[in-house]
Nanobody
Framework: QVQLVESGGGSVQAGGSLRLSCAVS????????MGWFRQAPGKEREGVAAISTGGGSTYYADSTKGRFTISQDNAKNTVYLQMNSLKPEDTGMYYC??????????????????WGQGTQVTVSS
């Protein structure tokens, strides 16, 4: 079983920054892909960024490219999402997700089998 615990959310003004963390436990050596997703009220969950655990390839949504950076510290079993130049439309619940075993790595939620409880990010104008 894989457990994911997010932290680092909060409220910031537009233009500000936040760094989200996702602590991973269980099956840590079998993770193949880690992702960050977000969901705003009334909207579907969307992929924000993803990273291949082994090769380090990264994937970003067009809306976050150039502003968000996903990274990982495999020694600490932690994945990060550095968010800069935040906009009000970045507001939402942010979820960390993990995929076990190889294959897909990207921004489709159905590609991930394990999810954290989420951390709220609110950006005010």
């Amino acid at each position: 079983q894989v457990q994911l615990v997010e932290s680092g959310g909060g409220s910031v003004q537009a233009g500000g920054s936040l760094r989200l963390s996702c602590a991973v436990s269980g099956y840590t050596s079998r993770r193949s892909c880690m992702g960050w997703f977000r969901q705003a009220p009334g909207k579907e969950r969307e992929g924000v960024a993803a990273i291949s655990t082994g090769g380090g390839s990264t994937y970003y949504a067009d809306s976050t490219k150039g502003r968000f950076t996903i990274s990982q510290d495999n020694a600490k079993n932690t994945v990060y999402l550095q968010m800069n130049s935040l906009k009000p439309e970045d507001t939402g619940m942010y979820y960390c997700a993990a995929r076990i075993s190889g294959g897909y790595c990207g921004l489709r939620p159905e590609g991930f089998g394990y999810w954290g409880q989420g951390t709220q990010v609110t950006v005010s104008s």
